[in-house]
């Protein structure tokens, strides 16, 4: 009787150590996720279908509104397949070439952060990089929705882009005041 006893002990620990193993190598760890843009995660989503729009305001901190002046873009055209860059300088417009496109720039952003309803830069090095801009074309704004502020980003080019059947905009970067 000790003897089944014992034998029914030991494979029930092999059993439990090899199930053990198999768990552990049943776990693959997971890349990181890829880092977007600085979001607090307490932040309303406009996304979230709730019927609610919200108002979110820029905080322009005062070493990032005297240190820069002017962004550059990248302005692709798929029709003529050549991609050019263009200098605008902030609070002004610029007309693209050989089309109905006009781009305000609005703001610089080194490090784009959102907390809440409050867009704002964490601070003034280049650790997230964003410009808030109008894209107009024959007077009326296309980019973003009417009343609000596209944001192109830097490092991360695919969240939210301008989307033109013909004209893709990217940002290259930030022009520092001299």
């Not at 693959?28 to 307490?42: E, F, R």
């Not at 693209?96 to 080194?110: D, Q």
């Not at 490090?111 to 990089?129: E, H, Q």
Request: aromatic fraction near 6%; charged fraction near 20%.
């Amino acid at each position: 009787m000790k003897k089944c006893v014992s034998v029914l002990v030991m494979l029930l620990m092999l059993f439990s150590v090899g199930a053990c193993k198999k768990k552990e190598k049943e776990q693959v760890k997971q890349p990181p996720p890829a880092q977007g843009p600085i979001m607090d995660s307490a932040a309303p989503s406009p996304h979230t279908g709730q019927g609610q729009k919200v108002q979110f305001e820029v905080v322009v901190p005062p070493e990032v509104q005297t240190g820069w002046s002017a962004v550059k873009l990248l302005v692709e055209d798929r029709e003529l397949k050549k991609t050019h860059e263009v200098t605008i300088r902030l609070g002004d417009e610029s007309k693209i070439p050989g089309s109905n496109l006009t781009i305000k720039a609005v703001y610089f952003l080194p490090d784009f952060k959102m907390s809440g309803p409050v867009i704002t830069s964490a601070s003034n090095a280049l650790n997230n990089p964003a410009a808030g801009l109008i894209v107009s074309e024959n007077g009326a704004q296309i980019f973003p929705e009417m009343g609000k502020i596209g944001w192109l980003y830097e490092k991360f080019p695919a969240i939210h882009p301008f989307q033109h059947k013909r004209f893709g905009l990217a940002l290259k970067e930030g022009v520092k005041k001299q």
